[in-house]
């Protein structure tokens, strides 16, 4: 498996020594100076774990954590140069996985973050299995078998329905644009007056509209795109 390891840091020489010891483990760097440049990089990219400093300037690292662990599972191993227990036990209770002081040994750096995706990915599997199964009140997205059914009774949906329906759902709560879903999807370019979007979203809310009852479950947040709430 090719681990995406994101660092956060706001000091250079850090990040590149993080670097340079993670990927001569064989490991995936993205590296960010902020948090908000991490927060970014966490909705692009696929990230296995995060290497996190605490003190930062702006967005703190237990900030950082908080909003991460709203929205993800990945595991965290703090970073601080502060060796009190009382920071310790900050950064465990905001949603920490680990702890690691400045000035850090290279080789325990790689034994925990190699101990800390062993520990989050054992378990990994029956979380997958979960994510493949997606239960939205009596709507349920079967991955494996592409399937979507709505008590009980299999809702027919097109390919493309399907992924769009299934990456809102995987995404519960974040807005899409026309533009991203389209460039997700269809994994081509989007270009301002294409309303194919539009369209598909449309026939996606009038299946499951029709067999619930009129709820809406796909929302428009206008301006901006569409996002499923619950």
Not at 75 to 90: F, R, V
Request: proline share 1%; net charge negative; with cysteine.
């Amino acid at each position: 498996m090719n681990n995406n390891i994101l660092v956060v840091d706001d000091e250079k020489e850090i990040r590149e020594l993080l670097e340079i010891n993670l990927r001569n483990d064989g490991f995936t760097v993205f590296k960010a100076s902020c948090g908000e440049e991490a927060l970014k990089i966490l909705e692009d990219e696929k990230i296995h774990l995060i290497v996190l400093d605490i003190m930062m300037p702006g967005m703190d690292g237990l900030e950082v954590c908080k909003i991460v662990r709203e929205k993800y599972s990945i595991p965290i191993l703090m970073l601080s140069a502060k060796a009190e227990d009382m920071d310790k036990i900050q950064g465990i209770m905001t949603g920490a996985d680990d702890y690691l002081c400045k000035p850090f040994n290279n080789l325990e750096l790689i034994v925990r973050v190699r101990a800390l995706l062993r520990r989050a990915y054992f378990f990994n599997t029956k979380m997958q299995a979960l994510d493949d199964i997606i239960r939205i009140e009596s709507m349920v997205i079967d991955k494996v078998k592409h399937k979507v059914t709505i008590d009980d009774k299999e809702i027919a949906f097109t390919a493309r329905e399907f992924e769009i329906l299934y990456l809102l759902a995987t995404n519960r709560g974040r807005v899409f644009s026309a533009e991203e879903i389209f460039e997700r999807v269809w994994k081509e370019n989007y270009y301002q007056s294409n309303n194919t979007v539009m369209v598909h979203m449309s026939r996606i809310r009038d299946k499951i509209e029709q067999h619930m009852e009129g709820n809406e479950i796909i929302h428009t947040v206008w301006g901006v795109g569409y996002k499923i709430e619950k």
